[in-house]
T-cell receptor, first 115, second 115 residues
């Protein structure tokens, strides 16, 4: 079963607008972590933000925030005031509390910021 | 501090050839892993290691071997390359301590084409 689902293959947003990238997850483990990574056209994976399953508040890192709705099992990434440099692939990932602590990734969303 | 270093960055192989993708990290991370990235499928785990001398299979291990003789190095061996192994390969590492909430650091990726 798909553990991480990103339902938006592509999104187009005007510069300076806010954008929400969707991510839903599936786990029966009460302890887990959710991550967002950015992959620009150069190919590297850049860590953006983390949310723990026990965190009471939504995570924020600069222009990035994570809208964590535990009951709905969703962990959407919100980018405020988008910039041209935000154009990239974005991956949602989850790590469960097992010995291996493996990361499981979604299929990704390609975000394009238009000037 | 170089982080996670992958070599080579690009490689073209003929069907049936073997080769080793190198991965080295200088952060003294216990956990290391290999992923492959194919279009529309996100990153999928090939093999991982929780420490020197310990390796295990991920989601798509067939056709690949790994070993972990030192903390720093985690090479990925393609035994007999097939066109289906054309992909971008990422090596990642993370600390064991901190549990689910520690980010993984990724190498720059190796783009492999099998003809």
């Amino acid at each position: 079963a798909q553990k991480i689902t990103q339902t938006q293959p592509g999104m187009f947003v005007q510069e300076k607008e806010a954008v929400t990238l969707d991510c839903t997850y599936d786990t029966s483990d009460p302890s887990y972590g959710l991550f967002w990574y950015k992959q620009p056209s150069s190919g590297e994976m850049i860590f953006l933000i983390y949310q723990g399953s026990y965190d009471q508040q939504n995570a924020t890192e600069g222009r990035y925030s994570l809208n964590f709705q535990k009951a709905r099992k969703s962990a959407n990434l919100v980018i405020s005031a988008s910039q041209l440099g935000d154009s990239a692939m974005y991956f949602c990932a989850m790590r469960e509390w097992d010995g291996a602590q493996k990361l499981v990734f979604g299929q990704g969303t390609r975000l394009t910021i238009n000037p | 501090n170089a982080g996670v270093t992958q070599t080579p960055k690009f490689q073209v192989l003929k069907t049936g050839q073997s080769m080793t993708l190198q991965c080295a990290q200088d952060m003294n991370h216990e956990y290391m892993s290999w992923y492959r990235q194919d279009p529309g499928m996100g990153l999928r785990l090939i093999h991982y290691s929780v420490g020197a001398g310990i390796t295990d299979q991920g989601e798509v291990p067939n056709g690949y071997n790994v070993s972990r003789s030192t903390t720093e190095d985690f090479p990925l061996r393609l035994l007999s390359a097939a066109p289906s192994q054309t992909s971008v390969y990422f090596c990642a590492s993370k600390l064991r301590t901190g549990g689910v909430n520690t980010e993984a650091f990724f190498g720059q990726g190796t783009r492999l084409t099998v003809v």
